[in-house]
């Protein structure tokens, strides 16, 4: 399926499951905080339906704007827990995507798709339940002709992705994670989530307080 004029670069890691399925039980807020606010993707691109969570890694696309043969060709290099991740050069006259390959990247594996530029096909990506992140919405489709590259790092909302990039996403936003920052991340997050704890059962026991002096 994939041409000359797109090229992709192979031979590198991915996260073990383990460490993917370790991030699930964290948010990008809390992520974030752990990486000392850096590694956040602007806040333009937002999950395109209610609900949509992604954690996994990172198979990064370059693709010309408005164009998604790369996209396409990206079905070919797909793992099971990879995560696409596309700059489209947040171009929004075209959609990269639509239900069709959300559909094929549910079917291949994918836990979802971050993409710096326009999809379509909101109200049938939802249906589907495959989670996807975009800038915006437009029913225009693509053009397929290239060039493209696949496997390369690639920048979208401000943060250099790397492949084997750990990606969560959530309500809030999207966050890349390097993978020699993996265990400390996790770490960091813990200490935050148990100190968020600490500070919510104080609000808590004041509450508790104010209402026993009225």
């Known amino acids: 399926m994939t041409d000359t004029n797109i090229t992709v670069a192979t031979g590198w890691e991915r996260p073990a499951a383990e460490t993917l399925a370790a991030f699930e039980r964290h948010s990008v807020a809390n992520l974030g905080d752990a990486l000392e606010r850096l590694d956040i993707v602007d806040g333009?691109?937002?999950?395109?339906?209610?609900?949509?969570?992604?954690?996994?890694?990172?198979l990064p696309v370059l693709t010309v704007a408005g164009d998604n043969k790369a996209v396409i060709d990206a079905l070919d290099?797909?793992?099971?827990?990879?995560v696409l991740v596309i700059n489209a050069g947040g171009y929004s006259a075209r959609a990269i995507l639509g239900d069709n390959l959300a559909q094929r990247f549910d079917l291949f594996g994918a836990t979802g798709a971050i993409v710096d530029g326009y999809v379509r096909d909101r109200d049938i990506i939802e249906t589907l339940r495959f989670p996807v992140f975009a800038r915006g919405l437009t029913p225009?489709?693509?053009?397929?002709?290239?060039?493209?590259r696949i496997g390369v790092p690639v920048a979208i909302g401000g943060v250099v992705v790397s492949p084997g990039d750990i990606i969560v996403a959530?309500?809030?936003?999207v966050i890349a994670i390097p993978q020699d920052r993996a265990l400390e991340a996790l770490a960091a997050a813990d200490a935050i989530v148990a100190l968020e704890a600490a500070k919510d059962a104080e609000v808590v026991e004041l509450r508790t307080a104010r209402e026993a002096a009225r």
């Not at 959530?170 to 936003?173: K, L, N, R, S």
Request: hydrophobic share 35%; net charge negative.
């Open 44 to 58: 333009g691109i937002a999950p395109i339906w209610q609900g949509a969570r992604i954690v996994g890694s990172a």
């Open 77 to 82: 290099h797909i793992h099971p827990g990879d």
């Open 140 to 148: 225009a489709g693509p053009f397929k002709n290239g060039p493209g």
């Open 170 to 173: 959530d309500a809030d936003g």
